[in-house]
């Protein structure tokens, strides 16, 4: 099993990065870019027979506690 978490800029924090990423865009000429946000994406890969329900609270737990930043951030974990 992988597990995936997406961690992203909570929708009212300023996202500075997505800004400047979002303005070279415009520059370069792509347009119709409304917004952009620049974020982190972990990989993780789990042992065979892994209990897949343990896995997500553990996991959930691991992203709330030290991968992400729940005052700024939010996070969305998948599990394959």
Known sequence: ??????ITPKKAV????GKTVQSALE???YTGVT???VGKYIEIDLAP?????AAQTALN???LKFLSNPIIEDY???IE
């Open 27 to 29: 520059h370069m000429g």
């Open 76 to 78: 969305r974990l998948e």
């Open 14 to 17: 300023l996202d500075p990065q």
């Open 49 to 53: 027979g892994t209990d897949r329900a």
């Open 61 to 63: 737990d691991a992203a």
């Open 1 to 6: 099993m992988k597990a995936k978490i997406i």
């Open 35 to 37: 917004g952009v946000h």
